[in-house]
C-alpha cells in the first residue's frame, strides 16, 4: 500500500510519474475522443483501426531496421502504425460504398485480415538478427517497462493535442453525431466532420500503443463515454465525464502498474475503466440498475395505492394482499378494512382524478397533455386553474345528463 500511495502521489520515481501523467492524458483524449464515436454509433470503427496498426508497426521496424537505423524507434513505429490504420479505414470506406456488406462486416473483415497479416509480420520479425525485435510484441498489451524519457512526452503531448482537436470540434461533431441530415442542411459537412473524427480517434490509437496496446486502446475509447452516459443526458457533460474517467482510468491504472511491472499497463488501465464503469451502471441516480429499482418499487406501490384507493370508493373488497398492505401501512385503512378518515379523503380524491383524467383525455389532444395522461399522478397541478375548470364543467355536465 505505501508503494501505490508513492505511485499515486507521483513519488515514485521521475519515469514513474512522467509515465502515470501522460496515462492520465491518453485516458482524458481517449475518453472526449470516444465519445463522439459512441454517439455517432460507430464504436468498432475504432476496433478495425486498432487491428489495423499491428501491420504498420511490424513493416516500419522492418524498413528502419533494412535502412541500418534502430527498429525500435518509436516515432517510427507509430508513424508506421498510423498509414497502416489510414489504410485500413480507406479500404472499410471502399467496401461499404462499393458493395453491399454493411459497415460492421466490412469492419470485421478488415481487422482480422490486417491483423492476421500482421501477426505473421512480428513472427517473421522474430528470425531477424537486428533491429532489437525483443519485446516488440509489448505493442499487443502495452508495457511501459522500456519507455523512455522522450517516448513518454511524445505521448503526452499527442494526446494533449487530441484534447485541443476535440475542444476545438465539439459542436460540429456533436451535431453530426445526432442528427448528420440537419448539419447537412446547415452548412456542415459530414463527410468533413467524420473525417476529423475519425483522425481524432486514429490519433488516440496510434498514440495509446505503447501504453495500452492495440488490443486494449478500444475498450478505453468505449468504456469511458458509456459509463459517462449513465449520468447525463447533456452531450458535452457526457464528453467531460467520460474525459474525467478515461484520465482517472489512465492515472490509476499506470500508477498501480508502476508498484506491479509484471503485470501489463494496459490491462490495468482497462480494468481501472471497467470499474468505474460498474459503479456507472449500479449506481447512477437516473439509469443505474439500482435507481431503476427504487423506481419500479415505488412505481408498483404506486399503482397499489391507486387500485386500492379506487376499490375503497367503489366499496368493492381488496382481495390483493400487496395492494391492502400498501394501505395498511400508510394508514389508509384499518386492519379490519375498514377506511380511516385519511383513507375516506384520499379515496374520493382518487376517483375524482380518474374522473378528471377521462375528460381530459377526451378534451384534449393526446400531445397537449402533460405526462400522457398518466393517472397515477394527481391531476392538480399539472394543468392550469382554467383548464381545471373546464374539465370539472365537463364532469359537472356529464353527470348532471
Known amino acids: 500500500m505505501s508503494a501505490l500511495t508513492q505511485a499515486l502521489t507521483l513519488g515514485a520515481g521521475y519515469n514513474a510519474a512522467l509515465v502515470t501523467v501522460g496515462a492520465a492524458l491518453l485516458g482524458g483524449a481517449a475518453g472526449s475522443v470516444g465519445t463522439f464515436m459512441f454517439l455517432r454509433k460507430r464504436a468498432l470503427v475504432s476496433d478495425a483501426l486498432a487491428h489495423s496498426t499491428l501491420p504498420g508497426i511490424a513493416i516500419a521496424f522492418m524498413v528502419m531496421v533494412a535502412l541500418g537505423g534502430d527498429g525500435r524507434n518509436l516515432p517510427g513505429l507509430l ?66 517497462a522500456g519507455m523512455l524519457y522522450s517516448d513518454a512526452l511524445l505521448i503526452a503531448a ?70 459517462a452516459r449513465f449520468w447525463s443526458e447533456r452531450s458535452e457533460r457526457v464528453m467531460l465525464l467520460a474525459a474525467a474517467f478515461g484520465a482517472a482510468s489512465g492515472y490509476v491504472g499506470a500508477a498501480v502498474s508502476a508498484t506491479a511491472p509484471a503485470l501489463p499497463t494496459g490491462a490495468l488501465i482497462v480494468l481501472t475503466a471497467f470499474g468505474f464503469f460498474a459503479v456507472s451502471i449500479l449506481f447512477s441516480p437516473h439509469r443505474g440498475v439500482l435507481a431503476q429499482i427504487v423506481m419500479r418499487r415505488r412505481t408498483s406501490v404506486r399503482v397499489h395505492r391507486r387500485q386500492g384507493l379506487l376499490a375503497l370508493a367503489k366499496d368493492e373488497p381488496i382481495y390483493d394482499r400487496m395492494t391492502l398492505a400498501v394501505l395498511l401501512r400508510e394508514g389508509l385503512v384499518r386492519p379490519d378494512g375498514v377506511m380511516t378518515e385519511a383513507g375516506e379523503a384520499q379515496a374520493a380524491h382518487a376517483s375524482r382524478d380518474e374522473a378528471r383524467w377521462r375528460v381530459a383525455a377526451a378534451l384534449f389532444e393526446p400531445a397537449a397533455l402533460p405526462v400522457r395522461g398518466d393517472p397515477l399522478i394527481p391531476i392538480d397541478g399539472l394543468f392550469t386553474d382554467d383548464q381545471i375548470a373546464v374539465i370539472d364543467a365537463h364532469l359537472a355536465g356529464a353527470k348532471g345528463a
Open 79 to 144: 508513424a508506421g502504425s498510423a498509414i497502416s490504420a489510414a489504410i485500413g479505414l480507406v479500404a472499410v470506406d471502399l467496401i461499404t460504398r462499393h458493395t453491399r456488406l454493411a459497415q460492421d462486416a466490412a469492419i470485421g473483415a478488415v481487422l482480422s485480415v490486417f491483423f492476421g497479416f500482421g501477426v505473421v509480420c512480428l513472427t517473421a520479425i522474430q528470425t531477424m538478427t537486428a533491429g532489437r525485435q525483443a519485446g516488440l510484441e509489448t505493442f499487443l498489451l502495452g508495457s511501459t
Open 158 to 227: 499527442s494526446a494533449a493535442l487530441c484534447v485541443a482537436g476535440v475542444f476545438i470540434l465539439r459542436r460540429p461533431m456533436t451535431i453530426v453525431a445526432f442528427d448528420a441530415g440537419f448539419a447537412e442542411t446547415s452548412g456542415i459537412s459530414v463527410r468533413a466532420v467524420d473525417f476529423a473524427m475519425t483522425s481524432l480517434v486514429l490519433a488516440v490509437t496510434v498514440v495509446g500503443l505503447k501504453l495500452v496496446g492495440l488490443v486494449l486502446i478500444v475498450a478505453l475509447l468505449i468504456i469511458p463515454p458509456v459509463a
